[in-house]
T-cell receptor, first 112, second 111 residues
Framework: QKEVEQNSGPLSVPEGAIASLNCTYS??????FFWYRQYSGKSPELIMS????GDKEDGRFTAQLNKASQYVSLLIRDSQPSDSATYLC????????????FGTGTRLKVLA | KAGVTQTPRYLIKTRGQQVTLSCSPI?????VSWYQQTPGQGLQFLFE???????NKGNFPGRFSGRQFSNSRSEMNVSTLELGDSALYLC??????????FGPGTRLTVT
């Protein structure tokens, strides 16, 4: 089992819809969780971090964390074609030393 | 604040050569991590340096090495280049929050 799993997609949503991206992780020692966006040919950029159970909102983005079920999700409201990118989930866990693990990403396509 | 910078942005090398890549973190960030990104493998963790010490290491051969200087700038070196080393090499810096901020990357092509 991969430590951080994401559906590779592509996930296609119409413009204006809500895009829902999911990520599961295997290690219950995971402590902090991050979402990054990566446009083709560019480097990843941090969208949001979340550290405790529940929802965290930032503009059109909402991160949701459920440690009991070991998943973290990202909702993008009012999706725009400019949101089309690969979204990477990352987990920071402590296992003797801190490890930072990325999922392989979900490709999102927002259709105009 | 200035972002993470990486030099050079593009490199073309021949098999068997060695290469050194440089990364300057965001001011005040003491942790620098290096990643290799290829289309098939995604982001693969190479190593992390904190206060001039290697704190974590990924599963890469010994041909891949790095170091960090007292001003937190970091370099990574790849010796005896192989065709499979062609990739985008990304550097990320972070502070205590563990949020990582990436540089633009160095695209290495090995011919």
């Amino acid at each position: 089992q991969k430590e951080v799993e994401q559906n590779s997609g592509p996930l296609s949503v119409p413009e204006g819809a809500i895009a829902s991206l999911n990520c599961t992780y295997s290690d219950r020692g995971s402590q902090s969780f991050f979402w990054y966006r990566q446009y083709s040919g560019k480097s990843p950029e941090l969208i949001m971090s979340i550290y405790s159970n529940g929802d965290k909102e930032d503009g059109r983005f909402t991160a949701q964390l459920n440690k009991a079920s070991q998943y973290v999700s990202l909702l993008i409201r009012d999706s725009q074609p400019s949101d089309s990118a690969t979204y990477l989930c990352a987990v920071n866990l402590y296992s003797g030393t801190y490890k930072y693990i990325f999922g392989t990403g979900t490709r999102l396509k927002v259709l105009a | 604040k200035a972002g993470v910078t990486q030099t050079p942005r593009y490199l073309i090398k021949t098999r068997g050569q060695q290469v050194t890549l440089s990364c300057s973190p965001i001011s005040g960030h003491r942790s620098v991590s290096w990643y290799q990104q290829t289309p098939g493998q995604g982001l693969q963790f190479l190593f992390e340096y904190f206060s001039e010490t290697q704190r974590n290491k990924g599963n890469f051969p010994g041909r891949f090495s790095g170091r960090q200087f007292s001003n937190s700038r970091s370099e990574m070196n790849v010796s005896t280049l192989e065709l499979g080393d062609s990739a985008l090499y990304l550097c990320a810096s972070s502070a205590l929050s563990y949020e990582q901020y990436f540089g633009p990357g160095t695209r290495l092509t090995v011919t």
